[in-house]
Structures are given as C-alpha cells and as structure tokens.
C-alpha cells in the first residue's frame, strides 16, 4: 500500500517557479508618489515610463480621496484597514475616501511599485502597514508643502488636518483638492516621521468597513460576477484520483446538445464550453468521459493513515530540535505520559467556488480572477498562454472566501489553457461544488506522537514528540525543507512557548497522492490541537489545574503568559460554574500575534455537547480596526469549530468521498455558540496577524473542557466521529 | 418562450423549462446577486423570492417560475431606500467576504414578513444558509434590529 503513496511532484510547483521568475524580474523596492489629477489609473500607465506618478494615493479636485489596495479582500477586512493606515498619515476626510483594486499590468509595468500582492498568511496589514503609513504621511508632507508655497508662508505654521491644510497664525485654509496639482510636482519628502500608534485618531477606531454598502445590495462584485461582451462559459471535470490523467472523451455522445461551443481537452481535465454556465455543465455531465487513475487508485483514507503511522515508528526520523537528553530524563521521571493524536484532511469550503475569467487574443491575455495572488496568477496566465509577462494583465475582483486556497493557481491554469482554445473570446470557468469539493489542497492530514516525564513534584522534566505530516512545502518551496525538517509543518511544536528542560522533537515527513495546501491558520490549526490536549494530559497527571500547570511553563514567555492570563481573567477561571459545566483552556501563538481560549461546555449522557461560553483573547500587538478584529474572532469560532465538530476529508479508490455541503458539513447560525466573546489585548510593539491566530487555541479549549465535563480525553478529530453531537 | 418578472420588469426567455431558475437570473438576465455556492438548494446563497416566498433558486427549474413574480437582492430598495433588513446589515457591519449576504438577507426579509417579532429560536429555523465567514452572531443582532426597525415605522 505505501508504494501507492508517493511523494507530490504536483503541477503547482510550475507556477510557484513562474511566480518566482516574475519576482525576479520585475525586482524589488517600491517608489512613492503623487498622481493627480484622478482619475487617472489609465493615464498613469502612460505616463509611468517618465518621472514616476504615485502608486498608493489619487486626490481629485473634489477633494475625493482614492486609496489603491494590492491586497486581495476576501473578507477579512483588510481593504479597509489598509486604508485607514494610509488615512492615518495623509490627515485626509474620511468620509471622502474610496478604494481600487491595482492590476498586475500597471504592477508590472511600474516596477512593482505597490510591494507585494500575495495575500495569505495574515500578513497584508503587518507585512504593508509600514509603507502604507509612509505614503499616507509622504503625501501629507507634500500637500502642507504645495499650500505653504501657494501663500508664501513657512511649512512649519501650518496644519494638515482632516483633508485641509490650515496656517494657523492666520486661520488661511486651502482643501487637499486645491492643492494636489500642486502638491504632485514637489519632490518627494525623505524619511517622514510616523505617528506613534498612541495619537492615532481613525486607525485603532471601530471604522465601519468601506465595501459592506455594495455587499448588502448585490453588486456584482466578486469572479463569479465577471460579465464581458460576447463571453461564453466554462464547465470542467477533472480527474477524480489525483495525478491521474485523462484517457478519452465520447464527444460524439454530445453533439448537438443546445448551447455546446467547444469541447477542451487538458492534460488531467476536460471542459465544455458553451453558452451559459448550466448548459456548459449540463453537457459536460453527458459527456462520457475515460480517466486514467495513474498509481493511486486504490489509496483510502485507511491507507493514507496507515502510510502515515509508519512516521510514528521510523527509527530514522530527522531531528529538528534537541535540548538536553529525553531518555535519560525519562529513566529518573516519577510519571510517564504517553498519546498519540490524528487530524484529518479538510477541505476550504470558501461559498464562492473556484473561478476565473480569461481572454487570450492574439498573444495578449487578460485575466479577471478572485485569486488571493494575482502576481502568481499573472505568471500562471503568462506561462499557460506561452506571452510574455509585458503582454497579460490580471484584474482582482473580490473574494468569495479564500482560507488559503486561492493562492493555488490551477484554476487560472485551466481558464487561461480554455480562453486559448476558443481565441478572442473571453470565457468564464466556473467549478461546480463538486469539483471544489474533490479538488482542493487539503488541509494535511497529521498524527503526531507524545511522550512526557513529569517529575515527583509534577513539573516536566522531558518532552519527546514525533510528528509525522504532510509537508507543505515539499510541494510550493521545497528549498525550505532543511536535512528532512520541515519547520513549517512543526508550527507550533518546533517553538513551542513553554520551558522543558529535556526537548526532542523529530519530524517524520508522509506525503500521499493528496495535494495539500495552507487553510486558514495551516499547522496551527491541528498542531495546537495536539500540543494543548496533551499538555491538559500532562497537567491532569500531575494533578495540577491546567491553568496554573501552564503559568509555570511561560515565565519566560511574557506575551503567551499574558494573554493566557487576559482569557483566564475574561472567563473568571477557577470561579464556580453551574452544575454539570465544565472549563477547558488552550494558549497559541502564530502569526506574529497570540491567542487564548477557554471553553465552557457541558456534555449530557457522554455524548451531547452544549458550548455554553466561548472567551477568545489576542494580543496582535497593535488593532487597526477593532470592530475588524471582532469580526474575526467570530468567524476563527465559526471556521474553527466547523473543522472540530465534522471536519473530514475521507478517501476511497484514490478520490474525495464527498461532494458537497450535505456530506461536508458547515456551521449554520443555529450551531453557532450564542456566548462569543472577543477579548483584545493590544500590548503595542509589534504587528501581528488577525484573521488566523484566534482559531490556533479553539480546537484545545473545547477539546480540554470536554475532558473536563467527561473524563474522555479526545485524541482524533473530528467530535462526530467520538460520539459527540452538538446540541 | 418563459415569462416572468423580476423585480418588477417583465422578461421572457428562450430557455429549457428545466434550466434552474438562478442561471436564467445570472446568465440570461444579468442579476448577479443571487449567487452559486452548491447546486443543490443546501447553502442558499442562490436564495430569492418566488411570489415572496423564499427559495432556493438554483434548484428551482424556470418553469416554476413562469407567469410569477420574482424578486432578487437587486429589488429590494424601494424609491431608492435600503430595505431595513439591509440598513441593520450595514449597522451591525454583518458581511465579511459578502458572498452568501444576498441570500441571507433574502432569507431574513422573508422571515420578518412573517414574523415581525422573531426569537432566536425563530431566527435558527429559518435562517439556514451558510457563511462560511461565520458572520452568524451579527446576522442575529441584525435581524433583532431589523424587526424593531420595521415595526416602529408600522406602528
């Protein structure tokens, strides 16, 4: 069974080199300016080979305030946090302030001037929020300095402040639209100051989010949405056991179906194309097709798992971290603790399924597409279409949910290899649910093994974890991969917070035929699961409340120990509860910020769960938006207990059991814990992620506070398959 | 040829009468608001009013809809005001990615038609579209602020 499984050489890593090939050439740094008058995003483009127009910031003479976003909206909420960064600083009205999207032929074209677009990993406020700011303030500078100039006066008596610059020992106004003309031909200021966070006055409020109006009236925002003159539609199947091929299609048996365009053979795929989207799918359903299942046919999830335990036990697993000596730690403990845990592979279930629209003509291509990586998807266009990168040009629409998934660029692979085949006319690929459903890149599937000493007085004296995975970034950067550690896959066990003399760590890396990919919060989303259960079982040996039993192991670590203790204090830890309620609680700390949770449930008859209370503390260093960062708190218990409570990717004969969402199933608004609360506990200093961290420590909480009201310690998830049922 | 009427204009379509009724919205008609998210009437993201009840119209076939009254997320506004469903969506800033919203919010105009005063239990059973965002606590306050909304301007 385990030479069905062999290690992912997938097609993706083609596009990750192409993508890399565009970084290169297009270089790095950025350039700050100011273009005005708007709207000239067209004119811009023009005029970009001479003195360079600026990239973030367009003020009209209607004092209109345009903000330019590189970073894809997929709900977070970014879009409008990145621009109130840039508020902050340009002291412009509010009020007056919309957002455009760029595209990555004016990127290309200007030299990568707006950074980086790649949106994932919750980085596009901590990873841009310094040169946002810088632009915002830069453009400040130049509008006070183009005023004081107007009047004759010194730069130093006058005040930008809410779209209008004051000299204030005469009370003289001018409007930011007055004098951005102006404004745009002085040399660019060097090294303007920040605010401290402390004197912010629009960032750090609760902003009401710029693109919710045209989300609650329909507006055709998101890819699915895209409409061009004379486009046609796109329907696709594609091989149901990864890595196989297609054999043949009967496309006799569809000749004459109303609406068919063309049919297109890709390598592991085939799509119809036709006059609208159902009619497109509708003929691709009676389309005989013949697949060539490759080596994996036969592969279940019980292979897959079973291929995975021999990491468990392989006696040449490299080491990623050693500290001290765990065996002769363990031979002097009073208490040994010993678990192994599993996690299953999921799916992103984002609502909106994948799509993309594209229009080769000629050896241009154009692309519109909700792709949380639209210099990628540029590259994948460039390269599918064999044009040069100068001649394709992306356009990002908004997201229908991304979680990770749409950094992955099959889905323009295919749209731009469909748009070839029926030149001159843009088409629409759409993926049926179905094929979202059985052609992701799955949340890893994960076991991991843990063996603890604890001496007589209950403290750990050795930690011994094995951990074999599916590795990331043996598909998308296997440079990163160092002597058979991936560090990656180890988030969160590799740097675990707390102090244990005796560390060892080793990393056993399994991957099957099943691509996986990063879903939001990637190995923080099983890897804390594990490690916070099994620290709940070394507390629970030692006899210790697990509160406490975790204080003592953070002392060193100051911002983990604090925000364990903000979710303590928020729940009123060790305070008495109603009868036949249980606490449990969990710390994490991942991308750049940390998280504490602590649950409140009980469980009738050992199987019917009632969350009753949910406390989420974070600390993500500085909030831009707190109404923002709540919003995302909720939707981290929401995601995060969806992937908990039925979460579960399962395989038979090579291919995806499920299908859609009645067999893969998603929280609704009755399962939704009615007692959320959203503790924020900015500590200043640094910038940390906000759309991912809150989810790292939901999985332990509940899981402890189960153990708690139960005695039954959860080892393997999903709850539905423990005999658990929410109520 | 199908007739029908969404939001109020007249429209007639050369469709098969089994063509769900969201493709001849979306493809046909160009009303992008009611949105794909599964095919097969489980998510509701596709959710629209057939004669003011709420379906599911990815799994409703056109003929269904012929002869009646169709209204869409597009159709909502009256004179240019937001419905007040939508007004408590934008106060309680419920959509995060806003994909399913218009079926969301179609579900919640259709319960308020019905039931001006919903409880949370009231809200659980008939609203069961999915978020994927999970915007679900600020769906609930928006609904509560909706029905006080609606009928402080009845009263």
């Known amino acids: ?727 | 040829m199908i007739e029908l009427t969404v939001n109020g204009k007249p429209h007639s379509v050369d469709v098969e009468p089994e063509m769900p009724l969201l493709w001849v919205l979306r493809d046909v008609l160009d009303v992008k608001g009611p949105k794909f998210g599964c095919g097969i009437a489980q998510c509701g993201a596709c959710t629209v009013h057939l004669n003011g009840e709420p379906v599911r119209s990815c799994s409703v076939p056109v003929s269904a809809a012929a002869g009646q009254k169709v209204l869409t997320i597009e159709g909502l506004s009256q004179r240019g005001q937001l419905h007040p469903v939508q007004r408590a969506w934008i106060d309680h800033e419920v959509p995060q990615c806003g994909y399913c919203q218009s079926g969301q919010i179609m579900a919640a105009v259709a319960l308020l038609a019905k039931n001006r005063d919903p409880s949370d239990k009231d809200i659980d059973a008939a609203m069961t579209n999915i978020c994927r965002c999970g915007t679900y606590a600020r769906i609930r306050s928006a609904i509560h602020t909706a029905a006080k909304s609606i009928k402080s301007t009845k009263a």
């Open chain 1, 1 to 727: 069974m385990a030479q069905n499984l062999i290690v992912m050489t997938n097609s993706f890593r083609k596009s990750r080199r192409d993508f890399l090939k565009v970084s290169a050439a297009v270089g790095g740094g950025f350039a700050l300016q100011l273009t005005v008058p708007a709207p000239v995003f067209a004119q811009a483009a023009a005029k970009a080979k001479g003195p360079e127009l600026t990239a973030w910031i367009v003020i009209s003479p209607d004092d209109s305030v345009l903000i330019r976003i590189a970073r894809s909206e997929m709900g977070q909420g970014s879009s409008t946090g990145l621009a109130m960064l840039v508020a902050e600083e340009l002291e412009c009205d509010w009020k007056k302030v919309r957002t455009e999207f760029v595209s990555t032929g004016e990127q290309l074209r200007r030299n990568r001037v707006w950074g980086s677009m790649a949106t994932g990993g919750s980085q596009s406020i901590r990873s841009s929020q310094e040169y946002l700011r810088r632009a915002g303030a830069t453009a400040r500078e130049m509008l006070v300095a183009a005023a004081a100039k107007r009047w004759n006066l010194p730069e130093a008596e006058c005040l930008a402040e809410n779209g209008t610059i004051t000299h204030l020992p005469s009370r003289r106004r001018l409007r930011y639209g007055e004098v951005a003309q102006a404004a745009a031909k002085i040399e660019l200021p060097k090294d303007v100051p920040l605010k401290d966070p402390r004197v912010w006055r629009l960032a750090g409020k609760p902003v009401p989010r710029l693109d919710i109006p045209d989300k609650v009236t329909g507006k055709p925002l998101f890819g699915i949405d895209v409409q061009l003159p004379g486009m046609v539609y796109a329907a696709i199947a594609q091989c149901p056991v990864f890595r196989g091929k297609l054999s043949a299609v009967a496309n006799e048996r569809i000749m004459g179906m109303r609406g068919l365009i063309k049919v297109v053979r890709l390598d592991d795929a085939v799509a119809v194309v036709a006059d609208n989207w159902w009619r497109a799918n509708r003929i691709l359903k009676a389309l005989p097709i013949e697949w060539d299942a490759g080596a994996n046919g036969d592969a279940t999830t019980e292979s897959i798992r079973a291929f995975m335990r021999t990491g468990l036990d392989d006696t040449r697993a490299p080491v990623a971290r050693n500290d001290g000596n765990v065996e002769a730690a363990f031979d002097s403990a009073a208490k040994l603790v010993e678990a192994e845990y599993y996690a299953p592979f999921l799916n992103h279930a984002a609502l909106e399924p994948m799509n993309c629209t594209a229009l080769v003509k000629g050896d241009r291509v154009e692309v519109w597409a909700p792709t949380q990586n639209a210099e990628a998807t540029h590259a994948t266009a460039a390269a599918t279409a064999g044009v040069p990168q100068e001649n394709v040009n992306v356009h990002l629409t908004y997201l229908g949910g991304g979680f990770g998934r749409r950094g992955f660029q099959d889905y323009a692979r295919q749209a731009v290899a469909i748009a070839k085949a029926v030149e001159g006319r843009p088409v629409k690929l759409l993926w049926s649910r179905e094929e979202d459903m059985q052609h992701d890149y799955y949340r890893p599937m994960t076991l991991m093994r843990f063996k603890a000493g604890l001496d007589s007085a209950g403290n750990p004296v050795a930690l011994h974890v094995r951990d074999s995975s599916h590795s990331i970034m043996a598909g998308v950067r296997p440079q990163e991969i160092k002597e058979g550690v991936d560090r990656h896959a180890l988030g969160g066990i590799v740097d675990m917070p707390y102090s244990v003399p005796n560390l060892r760590i080793e990393f056993a890396m399994r991957n099957s035929h099943v691509p996986v990919g990063f879903m939001r919060t990637v190995f923080h989303s099983q890897n804390p699961f594990m490690r916070e259960s099994f620290v709940d079982e070394m507390a629970h040996a030692a006899g210790k409340d697990p509160y406490e039993f975790r204080r003592a192991l953070l002392q060193a670590k100051p911002k983990d120990l604090a925000v364990l203790d903000a979710a303590a204090r928020a729940s009123g830890w060790g305070s008495p509860l109603p009868a036949g309620v249980h606490r449990g609680i969990a710390v994490q700390d991942s991308h750049g910020s940390y998280a504490a949770a602590v649950f409140e449930v009980s469980v009738s008859e050992g199987r019917e769960l009632d969350i009753r209370r949910v406390v989420v503390a974070v600390d993500p260093g500085y909030v831009v938006n707190p109404d923002s960062a709540e919003a995302q708190i909720q939707s981290c218990v929401a995601f995060g207990l969806t992937s908990v409570l039925w979460g579960e990717i399962t395989l038979r004969e090579g291919r995806v059991e499920q299908s859609n969402f009645h067999d893969y199933r998603i929280m609704r608004i009755a399962e939704m814990p009615k007692r959320i609360e959203a503790v924020l506990v900015p500590s200043g200093g640094f910038w940390g992620g906000m759309g991912e961290t809150p989810l790292a420590p939901l999985a332990p909480a509940l899981c402890n506070a189960i153990f708690a009201a139960t005695g039954k310690r959860i080892r393997s998830l999903p709850l539905k398959n423990q005999g658990l049922r929410l109520v």
